[in-house]
């Protein structure tokens, strides 16, 4: 499976921007780029996903290098809640069944209030 | 959205004992569900891919007959830590993928906490 490479940790201020960068450069042309998030003490939930176009939804938007080789998670203000450890994960669409996630280190979140 | 529900969410119990841990998929049906371990600060390990009404897939070093996994159900799948031992105490997880078809993302339980005494 491709590896992806995250910084340990970040630390941020309540109600700015927050950029998580993500580095794939071994990523295959059918590997998604998925992220999750963990709070303490729970399950992963899902955040965001995409192929090769930047992504927005109701949590956050996803900027994808035109090359594929890195991506950024933007959270556009940050909360307390987002407060959490973000797992950047390639899953590879190989047109059969789901596969099981490979979980990295992730980065662990800190919001400043 | 797509709902994954676990049970139950903690379990303290005495070395020998066997532990099942249920992960229903309340919201829609689930062919494929996932179960992994997640020990304190590390990250999430899969142990096993459960398929509805075949056997399951254990990943490398994850020993099946310690492990037994059922899944009767398009939306119930068994865990079962047989003779459990204190070095199996972990976060238990499990996830379903919402629909079929292209790459779907995951949808997590709240995870199972088992300590053993």
């Known amino acids: 499976d491709a590896k992806t490479t995250q910084p340990n940790s970040m630390e941020s201020n309540e109600e700015e921007p927050v950029h998580l960068p993500c580095n794939h450069s071994t990523i295959s042309g059918t590997d998604y780029i998925h992220w999750y998030r963990q709070l303490p003490s729970q399950g992963p939930e899902y955040v965001i996903h995409?192929?090769?176009s930047n992504v927005n939804n109701r949590m956050a938007s996803l900027a994808i290098a035109e090359d594929r080789k890195s991506s950024t998670l933007i959270l556009h203000r940050a909360t307390l809640r987002d407060a959490a450890v973000y797992y950047c994960?390639?899953?590879?669409?190989?047109?059969?069944?789901?596969?099981?996630?490979?979980f990295g280190k992730g980065t662990h979140l800190i919001i400043q209030p | 959205g797509a709902v994954v529900s676990q049970h139950p969410s903690w379990v303290i119990c005495k070395s020998g004992t066997s532990v099942k841990i249920e992960c229903r998929s309340l919201d829609f049906q689930a062919t494929t569900m996932f179960w992994y371990r997640q020990f304190p600060k590390q990250s999430l390990m899969l142990m096993a891919t459960?398929?509805?009404?075949?056997?399951?897939?254990?990943e490398q070093g994850v020993e099946k007959d310690k492990f037994l996994i059922n899944h009767a159900s398009l939306t119930l799948s068994t865990l079962t830590v047989t003779s459990a031992h204190p070095e199996d105490s972990s976060f238990y997880i499990c996830?379903?993928?919402?629909?079929?078809?292209?790459?779907?993302?995951?949808?997590f339980g709240d995870g199972t906490r088992l300590s053993i005494l």
């Open positions: 994960i390639l899953s590879r669409d190989s047109g059969g069944g789901a596969d099981g996630l490979t």
């Open positions: 459960s398929n509805e009404g075949s056997k399951a897939t254990y």
């Open positions: 995409g192929l090769t």
């Open positions: 996830s379903a993928e919402g629909r079929t078809g292209g790459n779907q993302p995951q949808h």
